[in-house]
T-cell receptor, first 108, second 111 residues
Framework: KNEVEQSPQNLTAQEGEFITINCSYS?????LHWLQQHPGGGIVSLFM???GKKKHGRLIATINIQEKHSSLHITASHPRDSAVYIC??????????FGKGTRLHILP | DTAVSQTPKYLVTQMGNDKSIKCEQN?????MYWYKQDSKKFLKIMFS???????INETVPNRFSPKSPDKAHLNLHINSLELGDSAVYFC??????????FGSGTRLTVV
């Protein structure tokens, strides 16, 4: 069983839609990261979470430690949000595990 | 004023050659990392260095060796390059577990 599962793998939506990307993990973690990889390849760290919820602009990340689940939400989505979104965490062995990513495409 | 800079951005080389990719960060971070992104875009950690000590060493071939002359640099040296080494390699840094910042990547093509 994979230690981390992301869903959906691919998501196409219309501009303005509310987007949710999910990340479930099966092991104890110390923190979870959400990363964004643009079509050009650059990677940006969006959030690091160990509990609760964080908000940055139109992006919101939540984590439920008991349920081993995190979500990334995008409000009022825009074509420039089109990217691959990756969740990653460090497990108790200090090993970094990456999800396989969610490819998001926002249509104008 | 680039935070994490990698060089070169592109590297095309023949099988069997030895090559290095350089990484420098000016953020004062204490940990630096190398990741490999394969053809399916899956990211995998290769190494991380904290205060010049290797703290994670994934099961990568020993042809790959990280070299850290100081806290601001973590270079990746690859011996006897193979076709399967073709990938995009990302350097990153962090301060503890915060402030993860990635370099722009080095696309390595082995022919």
């Amino acid at each position: 069983k994979n230690e981390v599962e992301q869903s959906p793998q691919n998501l196409t939506a219309q501009e303005g839609e509310f987007i949710t990307i999910n990340c479930s993990y099966s092991v104890g973690i110390s923190a979870l990261h959400w990363l964004q990889q643009h079509p050009g390849g650059g990677i940006v760290s969006l959030f690091m979470l160990s509990s609760g919820k964080k908000k940055h602009g139109r992006l919101i990340a939540t984590i439920n430690i008991q349920e081993k689940h995190s979500s990334l939400h995008i409000t009022a989505s825009h074509p420039r949000d089109s990217a691959v979104y990756i969740c990653a965490f460090m497990n108790r062995d200090d090993k970094i595990i990456f999800g396989k990513g969610t490819r998001l495409h926002i249509l104008p | 004023d680039t935070a994490v800079s990698q060089t070169p951005k592109y590297l095309v080389t023949q099988m069997g050659n030895d090559k290095s990719i350089k990484c420098e960060q000016n953020l004062g971070h204490d940990t630096m990392y190398w990741y490999k992104q394969d053809s399916k875009k899956f990211l995998k950690i290769m190494f991380s260095y904290n205060n010049k000590e290797l703290i994670i060493n994934e099961t990568v071939p020993n042809r790959f060796s990280p070299k850290s002359p100081d806290k601001a640099h973590l270079n990746l040296h690859i011996n006897s390059l193979e076709l399967g080494d073709s990938a995009v390699y990302f350097c990153a840094s962090s301060l503890g577990q915060v402030g993860y910042t990635f370099g722009s990547g080095t696309r390595l093509t082995v022919v």
